[in-house]
T-cell receptor, first 114, second 110 residues
């Protein structure tokens, strides 16, 4: 196990609703990155948080937003859910934005939008 | 557990054989190239990485080869075991984000 935990593991939402996903980073890690993994595809980078500040963002619209807390846990918020938002959402934690090879992934949250 | 991918390219090998999984990458400026293993219902698990100034790196039962001329990366798994069955992703990275390839499903036949 990596020590990175995500909650919930599964959830179902209706189109147009809002959702919040949570990630607890590995002890000692201050950087959290979020990825979206559609079925049959590799994960795609959403954004990264370092010491409570957004530190890089992928090609995702503003309705994808996040937070990082003083204990370095993080939330991913998605507003106005669309059917295409159905995916596995992964968070990865690392220390001091060191090279991404040293990132550890959680088990993911499976979001289904109906 | 849930399926990671339903329509991925599949490599089927016999237990005990060697496996070779290939990947083409796009960004010549990447610092590192990494292989991840993803089992059903789990997040990606780091296997091995290679820095862009190297062409080969060996781990326990695994070897990664990097050919920058043709932007090609491969993962060799020696003496493949049933526990190696999973989806394998290559990824490239600079300092922040990982850029993943589309993945290959490895099936190990007993």
């Amino acid at each position: 196990e990596t020590g990175v935990t995500q909650s919930p593991t599964h959830l179902i939402k209706t189109r147009g609703q809002q959702v919040t996903l949570r990630c607890s980073s590995q002890s000692g890690h201050n950087t959290v990155s979020w990825y979206q993994q559609a079925l049959g595809q590799g994960p795609q980078f959403i954004f990264q948080y370092y010491r409570e500040e957004e530190n890089g963002r992928g090609n995702f619209p503003p309705r994808f937003s996040g937070l990082q807390f003083p204990n370095y846990s993080s939330e991913l918020n998605v507003n106005a859910l669309e059917l295409d938002d159905s995916a596995l959402y992964l968070c990865a934690s690392s220390l001091n934005m060191v090279r991404s090879t040293e990132a550890f992934f959680g088990q993911g949250t499976r979001l289904t939008v109906v | 557990g849930e399926s990671v991918g339903l329509h991925l390219p599949t490599l089927s090998v016999q237990e005990g054989d060697n496996s070779i999984i290939n990947c083409a990458y796009s960004n010549s400026a990447s610092d590192y190239f990494i292989w991840y293993k993803q089992e059903s219902g789990k997040g990606p698990q780091f296997i091995i990485d290679i820095r862009s100034n190297m062409d080969k790196r060996q781990g326990q039962r695994v070897t990664v080869l990097l050919n920058k001329t043709v932007k090609h990366l491969s993962l060799q798994i020696a003496a493949t075991q049933p526990g190696d069955s999973a989806v394998y992703f290559c990824a490239e990275t600079g300092r922040r984000a990982l850029t993943f390839g589309s993945g290959t499903r490895l099936q190990v036949q007993p």
